[in-house]
């Protein structure tokens, strides 16, 4: 009886390793089907400088975003502008204002924190994200634009 007992224990422990072993290889593959994907791709003289987005697996990162041309030197009409936009990049990658996980604003003058605020407020949903504001130097942000915008977000 005891011999049985051990024979049925060891083939139990062998299927319980089996399965753990599958288990082990079914996530390492998954993890080499990731793939980076890079969309609204920027060229330099027709080699790629950077994305407007990339994703890797289930975290998608939104290139910092601002108004640029668009800019019309108010930061509550740009702040919308640019959530908008950052928004739609979020959008075709699958993911949501919702889903965002941190932000960073860059603004071109401090003085513009309160404005800015006040259009940014409530436009994640009611679990807002981490969030980093930090004012450039006068002239540091590229383009015309007077803040930009980038985060992380989850697919």
Known sequence: MELKRRSVLKRLMAAVAGVAAAGSLASATEVEKDEKISRDVTNLQDVPLFAGSTQLGRLVF???????AASVHDIRKDTDFVLKKMEKRLIDAGSSMEKVLKVTVFLDDLAD??????????????????????AVAKGGIPGK?????????YV
């Open 62 to 68: 939104i290139s910092g975003t601002g108004a640029d």
């Open 113 to 134: 924190f309160e404005g800015m605020n006040e259009v940014y407020k409530g436009r994640f949903g009611k679990n807002p994200p981490a969030r980093s504001t930090v």
């Open 145 to 153: 634009s007077i803040l930009e915008i980038d985060c992380i977000a």
